[in-house]
């Protein structure tokens, strides 16, 4: 994707959008009055006096299908199964009442008005009495424009909409849900024609059309066609509606493990006649020269896990297999970049390729054609191997969520761009998409200071890449590369350090990313999905900070500052995770000390972090030790997740899961116990047994520690600890004190008992952010 490509595609999206939004000469028409409804099961037809038609079909309890045909036939349905992919979920048992002024269509979980004169709708909770939404007057159609009308809450928020480049709280902006690969702020890279509200409802409009979103007073959401046709999910959360909301369009997808190390894209083969880029680039001529990078990144300790060797137009690639192979041995997958097509993925995929990235050029028409490339990627690649998709699209849709990564565009690695992303991809997961990213540093542009705060915030997002040969000069002349083993110190130890926290932190997130896949709920989380009920969360206030799972609250640096200001802690105990100090919300954290090296980083009350040991990619040392590091503070859980982590064999059961539950004192001191589970179920690599270490975040050390019944030794150094088989080690100077505990290699469950800790008091914070 370039310059020349993206200008063409926006130009044609502008005049697209041009129209959508151009005034319609022709009245507007609606349905009129209903006249009549008939039922078969749980589908319900509304005649009108106009002649239109509405169909209402109840999927679930809290779930149900509007269709309103301007005809009064449902024939025109142009997104078919695409979109909505499981449409019934067995009988509802609906009931219908004529009300005199309504009819209502009743469920275990909602009440559905169909107001009569004039036809529009209500839909209420199961009491029939607490409004949900409600249309403020009949849906209209004039021309190729179609716009429902809602209602609008004393304080409702509103979300989603997709990929949007800005800010995710909704309320009072208009959003356009509509294709323009322009990929600058309040630009839709991956649209989706998908919202939900803070009253505990969600709307996917079932539909390929561009369209855009006024949330205000009443919100008018407007699609460019004739025809209206919505799937409506309620919930008692918004994670419910998320759930909702996947279980109809489809669940994310579970990318391998090694799609959360950090991937490069660069072309290796500029050797190639047909490259359209400088023929002269050093140690990038024939793809073979890729293997040379995976060696440098070795040889500067460096975590990363794959490459796209063949990423620029013309590039193309040689000795394919070879190169596969070669990069293998060094801990790195493969995957390849197409502007044109995949004709040769069949054999791509059987040398080893197991990702794609597809281009604006091929795909960046967007709706059902770049829809359509993305399932041709997974089939080729679940077709012609056991591994799993892992595909990434610069135009997602609705449904995207299932099958791929979506992400920001050619953006360019500046400040003000840093500012927009932090809310953009987190932004993303209220849409459902798991995986949503931007080139480290964007694409053109950038410097080494951006480049390390982009990468630091990033590492705690489920998938992230760099594209490299279209930035400023570096390391010295003859190269643009952007790898984060290319720059110079201090910068290299600092990516190092990020990139090194995020392997440990692998058996966490991946946990995570199979939290969205079962649930909707994604792993890079705006604050309201966790903290529903704080006005400050709910809103834009907190845009710039975001949730990396349940446990971590990330707050990037986005200028070239060493101080952050206006960092937002909701209720509850907060420790920073670099020097330990506990910080009581609600409040904000205002002139946090963040030099480069720092990202503001805090760790929730209760958290339970399982980590490995430090390595450079997946599997490049046996799993021998798992880390649990606990905060403890009252009673927590945490399911971790473990499988082979490339095949689709977990879809077959083979997986397991290990419980864990930590009781605390809520203050001052006292037992702690941490009780680990048996790993339950089974997966090819598992291991019979594994050793076990438990981290506790103590103010003082404990008067003693037992593992099952055993009372397990002091230790009085560091040192002894790290030679020791079993023992426990308190360190006062280890973020403000921990209390390190080797359990040995264990089979079975286990229980660790701590007497005697201190849970950390905390400090207050600022009742309002920085002036």
Same mark, same amino acid.
């Given at each position: 994707m370039r310059r020349a490509v993206r200008g063409l595609a926006a130009a044609v999206a502008a005049a697209l959008i041009a129209v959508l939004c151009s005034a319609q000469a022709a009245q507007a028409a609606t349905a009129g009055n209903a006249t009549a409804v008939t039922r078969s099961g749980d589908t319900f037809t509304v005649a009108t006096s106009s002649g239109a038609a509405a169909r209402v079909q109840f999927a679930r309890a809290d779930i149900f299908r509007i269709w309103l045909s301007p005809t009064g036939s449902f024939t025109d349905d142009p997104a078919g199964k695409d979109l909505a992919i499981t449409t019934t979920f067995g009988s509802v048992g609906t009931t219908l009442t004529d009300a005199g002024g309504y009819w209502r269509i009743g469920t275990s979980a909602v009440s559905l008005r169909i107001n009569k004169s004039p036809l529009t709708f209500a839909l209420y909770r199961q009491d029939d009495s607490t409004l949900v939404w409600s249309e403020s007057q009949p849906t209209s159609w004039a021309g190729n424009?179609?716009?429902?009308y809602l209602t609008r809450g004393a304080d409702e928020q509103f979300y989603g909409t997709g990929l949007r480049l800005g800010e995710w709280a909704l309320r009072d902006k208009t959003v356009p849900v509509a294709v323009s690969n322009r990929w600058t702020e309040n630009t839709n890279a991956s649209p989706a024609p998908f919202y939900m509200s803070t009253n505990g409802y969600g709307v996917m409009r079932n539909t390929w059309a561009p369209g855009s979103y006024t949330f205000g007073a009443p919100s008018r959401l407007t699609h460019n066609?004739?025809?209206f046709d919505a799937w409506y999910f309620t919930g008692n959360s918004l994670k419910g509606v998320l759930n909702g909301y996947t279980d109809v369009t489809g669940k994310p997808f579970l990318a391998p493990i090694w799609g959360l190390e950090l991937?490069?894209?660069?072309?290796?083969?500029?050797?190639?006649p047909a490259y359209t880029g400088d023929h002269n680039r050093l140690r990038h001529q024939i793809t073979p020269d890729v293997v040379g990078y995976a060696t440098d990144a070795r040889d500067a300790n460096m975590p990363s896990g794959w490459f796209l060797p063949n990423d620029g137009y013309g590039c193309g690639y040689t000795s394919l297999p070879s190169t596969i192979s070669a990069l293998k041995a060094k801990g790195f997958n493969t995957g390849l970049w197409t502007s044109t097509g995949l004709g040769n993925i069949g054999s791509e995929v059987a040398a080893g390729s197991r990702a794609v990235k597809t281009d604006v050029a091929w795909v960046g028409g967007g709706y059902k054609n770049a829809f359509a490339g993305v399932n041709q990627a997974v089939s080729g690649i679940e077709n012609n191997s056991d591994g799993r998709r892992f595909v990434w699209t610069v135009d997602g849709w609705a449904g995207t969520q299932r099958n791929a990564v979506v992400w920001t565009g050619d953006t360019s690695g500046t400040w003000d761009a840093m500012r927009w992303h932090v809310p953009a991809i987190t932004g993303a997961g209220l849409s459902g998409l798991n995986y949503a990213s931007g080139d480290v540093d964007g694409i053109f542009g950038g410097s080494p200071q951006t480049y390390v705060r982009d990468l630091e915030w990033k590492a705690f997002t489920p998938a992230f890449m760099t594209m490299s040969g279209w930035g400023p000069t570096n390391p010295s002349a003859g190269y643009q590369d952007k790898q984060p083993w290319r720059f110079a110190e201090p910068y290299r130890s600092i990516n190092r350090k990020y990139l090194q926290l995020k392997?440990?932190?692998?058996?966490?997130?991946?946990?995570?990313?199979?939290v969205a896949a079962d649930t909707g709920v994604p792993?890079?989380?705006?604050?309201?999905?966790?903290y529903p009920n704080d006005p400050v969360a709910r809103g834009n206030q907190t845009s710039g900070q975001f949730m990396a799972g349940d446990s971590f609250l990330v707050a990037p640096v986005v200028s070239n500052s060493t101080t952050r200001n206006g960092i937002y802690l909701p209720a509850g105990s907060w420790t920073d995770y670099w020097t330990g100090k506990v910080y009581n919300g609600p409040g904000w954290v205002n002139g946090y000390s963040a030099p480069l090296d720092t990202l503001p980083l805090f760790v929730k009350s209760g958290a339970i972090v399982p980590m490995w040991p430090q390595m450079n990619h997946t599997g490049e040392k046996p799993l021998s030790t798992l880390t649990y590091d606990i905060y403890p503070r009252g009673n927590s859980s945490f399911s971790l997740y473990e499988d082979d982590g490339t095949t689709r064999a977990y879809k077959s059961g083979a997986f397991a899961r290990q419980q864990v539950n930590v009781t605390a004192?809520? !203050? =001052?001191?006292?037992? %702690?116990t941490v009780t680990v589970g048996a790993s339950a179920g089974s997966f090819t690599g598992k291991s019979a047994s594994r050793g076990y270490e438990v981290a506790l975040h103590s103010s003082t050390a404990p008067g003693s520690i037992t593992v099952g019944s055993a009372t397990v030794a002091p230790l009085t150094s560091r040192a002894a600890y790290n030679s020791a088989a079993t023992g426990w080690?308190?360190?006062?100077?280890?973020? !403000? =004190?921990?209390?390190? %505990?080797?359990v040995g290699n264990v089979a079975d469950g286990f229980t660790v008992t701590a007497n005697g800790i201190t849970v950390p008091t905390g400090s207050g914070i600022s009742p309002a952010p920085a002036s």
């Open positions: 424009q179609t716009t429902e066609e004739n025809r991937g490069n894209a660069d072309c290796f083969n500029a050797s190639n392997m440990q932190l692998m058996p966490y997130l991946y946990t995570m990313s199979r792993s890079t989380r705006a604050l309201v999905l966790e004192p809520a !203050s =001052g001191s006292g037992t %702690v080690f308190f360190d006062p100077t280890d973020r !403000s =004190g921990t209390v390190w %505990v080797k």
